[in-house]
C-alpha cells in the first residue's frame, strides 16, 4: 500500500472503539515485530485478553490504530507517566515498511503527546538492532538521553537506546517534519489522535 494521491486520509481510532481487539493478538505475535519487542514470546489468547481488560480500566495507557483510508495500518501504544509519555509503534503489515506509515504516525504521536502533555517530554526505548526505528528518531530529532539493558523473554540481554523529546524541541521540528510528512500525505488530510 503506497501514499500517492490527495485524497486519501489517516485517521486514528482508541482500539477499544475498534472491532479490531482481537485482531491486535495476531498483528502483535507476527514475527517481524515480536522480533523488536523485549517480550518476544507468542502471547496466548487468555493472556490477550486480560491485556485488553486493563487497558479498558487503565487511565495511563492507551493504544490507537492508525487507519489510512479505512485499513488498519499501524498501531501506537501511550504509557503516561508523572511527566512521560513512553510511545512506541508498529506498521501492521510486513509489506508496508518503508511505506511512510511509520513517519505519518511519528508525527501524529508527537502531535498528541504535546497536546496531551505540553510541559512533559515523549520517550521511546528502542532495541539497539532496530537500526530502522532508531534512524526515525534521529530523522524527527529526538535527543539521544542514554542506554540501558534490557533482559528479554528469550534470556538474551540486548542493549537498548532511549530518545527523548520536548515540546520545544518539537515546535523547533516540527516545521521540517510537516514538510516531509506533506510529500507523503497532504497534512490537512491527517487526522487528530483525540481522547473520547
Not at 21 to 40: A, G, P, S, T, Y
Not at 121 to 142: D, P, R
Request: charged share 30%.
Amino acid at each position: 500500500m503506497s501514499m500517492t494521491s490527495n485524497k486519501h486520509k489517516f485517521r486514528f481510532k482508541n482500539v477499544l472503539d475498534t472491532p479490531y481487539c482481537m485482531e491486535l493478538l495476531e498483528w502483535r505475535n507476527q514475527k517481524f515485530i515480536r522480533e523488536n519487542m523485549v517480550d518476544k514470546s507468542i502471547i496466548d489468547s487468555e493472556n490477550h485478553l486480560k491485556y485488553i481488560e486493563r487497558l479498558r480500566a487503565s487511565s495511563t495507557q492507551k493504544v490507537f490504530i492508525a487507519f489510512y483510508d479505512d485499513n488498519p495500518v499501524a498501531v501506537m501504544t501511550f504509557k503516561f507517566m508523572d511527566n512521560i509519555i513512553e510511545s512506541g509503534s508498529y506498521v501492521i503489515h510486513e509489506e508496508d515498511m518503508g511505506s511512510g506509515f511509520g513517519v505519518v504516525t511519528g508525527y501524529a504521536r508527537f502531535e498528541y503527546i504535546f497536546d496531551r502533555m505540553p510541559e512533559g517530554k515523549m520517550q521511546t526505548i528502542i532495541l539497539a538492532h532496530n537500526q530502522k526505528n532508531i534512524s526515525l528518531q534521529k530523522n524527527f530529532g529526538c535527543m539521544f538521553e542514554g542506554t540501558t539493558r534490557l533482559k528479554k523473554s528469550d534470556g538474551i540481554e540486548e542493549d537498548a537506546y532511549i530518545y527523548t523529546m520536548t515540546r520545544d524541541k518539537w515546535e523547533i521540528n516540527r516545521p521540517r517534519i510537516q514538510r516531509v510528512v506533506s510529500r507523503l500525505i497532504p497534512i490537512e488530510n491527517i487526522g487528530r489522535i483525540l481522547d473520547v
